[in-house]
């Protein structure tokens, strides 16, 4: 909460801190000149002294230079050791949040070696539900083994919390978890410790892309199950290749459900190769609601 609270002008804190449930909020988006928006209960909103509201003309708005205002503040206005995130669209702060950034690319020779003139910012909360994922850990865990398990989610549907959540209960039973926090917003490691509870059995590689993460962590860390966050279409390979070794994998990818998610060539061929043996299929708001599959695509 004071993170969030740090980054922000002081004008935006008072409605958000005296009016709103910290819990509810998933997003925070900044655009010069615009309305503020915030994202509450899965839904959106403007931001305006009274709270939340419908009205843009209540809103406050953004000023010229706001969204380079919270990228410095994220970085503690040292630019250059971010660098690298910023390039990757994003910066990440202590306690999980990861701000989302939009600005000018400075090319050189065809690559993106900076970002400049910011004019954006999305600054994304992370939040820990207990024992969400207490229904799904029983069907994960069958027979004493972890069987391969994506989930399925829209944007700001709770993937990233559910998959924390069952990496905790996972890792709590006993098995040995490899957890792949590219963005740092699952553990949100600091100082080499996480600060989101991911369980006591739960090795963390922060920052380092998938392939990386899969490659090392077959060959040195012995996991039980490999558990990573959104899953692109080239990163099955690497799932195929860790369950040849004995290895579960545990992910996630963006789709609005199981369908939209067959859409996607890549993963349907991985459907119909049985890569995975249970869907997990999250809704959004206002419903919120969970169903499981298992390989043969019927609902449990």
């Known amino acids: 909460m004071e993170e969030l609270y740090r980054l922000i002008p002081d004008k935006y804190v008072a409605p958000i801190r005296s009016r709103l449930f910290y819990e509810r909020i998933s997003e925070v988006r900044i655009i010069n000149g615009a309305p503020v928006r915030i994202c509450y209960d899965g839904a959106y909103y403007f931001l305006c002294k009274s709270g939340i509201t419908k009205d843009k003309s209540c809103a406050f708005v953004a000023e010229k230079n706001e969204a380079e ?37 400075v090319m050189d020779g065809g690559e993106l070696t900076a970002v400049k003139d910011f004019s954006s910012v999305n600054i994304r909360l992370p939040h820990e539900v207990t ?8 069907k994960v865990i069958s027979g004493g083994s972890i069987k391969n398990t994506l989930i399925i989610s829209p944007p700001a549907a709770g993937k990233t919390t559910m998959l924390r959540d069952l990496c905790r209960l996972v890792s709590n039973h006993g098995y040995c978890v490899l957890l792949c ?9 600091s100082g080499g410790q996480p600060t989101l509870d991911v369980g006591c059995c739960t090795d963390v590689i922060s920052g380092v892309d998938k392939r990386r993460v899969f490659e090392t962590g ?37 789709a609005y459900d199981y369908d939209d998610m067959l859409k996607k060539p890549y993963f349907k061929q991985a459907v119909e190769n049985k890569v995975f043996t249970v869907f997990v299929t999250l809704s959004g708001a206002p419903r919120r609601t969970v169903t499981v599959r298992e390989g043969d695509g019927h609902e449990r």
């Open 218 to 254: 077959v060959a040195h860390m012995r996991p039980d199950v490999i558990m990573a966050d959104e899953l692109m279409g080239n990163d099955l390979n690497m799932i195929v290749r860790a369950s040849t070794c004995g290895i579960a994998v545990v992910a996630t990818v963006h």
């Open 69 to 105: 205002s919270v990228v410095m503040r994220a970085c503690e206005h040292s630019l250059y050791t971010v660098t690298d995130t910023i390039k990757r669209g994003f910066v990440s702060v202590a306690g999980g949040l990861r701000i989302g950034v939009c600005g000018s690319g």
């Open 131 to 138: 024992d969400c994922a207490a229904g799904l850990f029983a």
């Open 181 to 189: 926090d590219e963005k740092y917003e699952i553990a949100a490691v």
